[in-house]
């Protein structure tokens, strides 16, 4: 196959994977906004390299003709979690979502690898539109927690290296490590609601501190140089933002001025 067909099968795959990418971190975005907690910390997403596609289809004995039916990770998303818990959170959200469809998931957190190798991965059809038309291409999901995604890059560079045979001893240590890296994502999940409570708390601030900042620049467009000023003033003077109760309280004051301009 020639490099300019190669680009042309990949094209919708390289829109999918952008797609996919802005719409996962659209929620996250829309949850914080919002003061909540998101089970999504960050999204990655990539096509698969032409040398490795073909290297698979070998490997599977898959016809060139075939590739796009059976190799299902040409465009391939990453979602990384803080806990195992929202793992499983972000599945039943792709299961609800109309703008794709859930082909099959391989649960490797219940049933890792012999290697170590733990993580969630769920197999999409989704439809992209193409200058030719619509096309519905496969897609893999991989959603993992952070510790798990450690793991994982380690043990994908030592399998380059190794050209996937790693020594028995490294791959015995590293069968631990991965072992090691779930006992933390276990004991982090005995603390999770104390952490999500602090990350909300946290995002609560942040935004009702945007919230004062921008309601002052607001009294200062509407000609309120002298009450814009007496704000900045207070705000300035709250010493510890971590003084939630301080910071409503001033949101609320400045929101009632401009709730009367509204008004007019």
Not at 235 to 261: A, P
């Amino acid at each position: 196959m020639e490099l300019r067909e190669w680009k042309t099968i990949l094209i919708p795959y390289e829109y999918a994977v952008e797609e996919l990418k802005v719409k996962f971190k659209n929620i996250r975005k829309e949850l914080r906004n919002n003061g909540e907690y998101s089970p999504i910390e960050f999204v990655t997403g990539r096509v698969k390299k032409i040398s490795s596609i073909i290297s698979k289809a070998k490997k599977l004995n898959v016809n060139m003709d075939e590739i796009e039916e059976k190799i299902e990770d040409i465009a391939g998303i990453r979602i990384m979690c803080q806990f195992v818990e929202d793992i499983y959170t972000i599945v039943s959200l792709i299961k609800t979502r109309k703008d794709m469809t859930v082909v099959y998931e391989k649960d490797y957190i219940k049933n890792y690898k012999d290697s170590g190798y733990r993580s969630y991965h769920v197999i999409i059809k989704y439809p992209i539109q193409t200058a030719s038309g619509l096309k519905e291409i496969l897609a893999e999901i991989q959603i993992r927690t952070l510790a798990m995604n450690f793991w994982a890059t380690i043990e994908h560079s030592l399998k380059y290296k190794y050209q996937h045979d790693i020594p028995k001893d490294i791959a015995k240590r590293l069968r631990r490590a991965g072992d090691a890296a779930f006992l933390l994502d276990q004991e982090m999940s005995e603390i999770r609601e104390e952490i999500m409570r602090a990350q909300v708390m946290f995002e609560m601030k942040s935004l009702t501190v945007r919230d004062i900042l921008d309601s002052i620049q607001k009294l200062y467009s509407l000609g309120e140089t002298e009450k814009a000023c007496y704000f900045q003033e207070r705000f300035d003077k709250i010493n510890d933002l971590e003084d939630v109760r301080e910071i409503i309280i001033l949101r609320n004051e400045i929101d009632n001025i401009l709730d009367k301009y509204n008004q007019k």
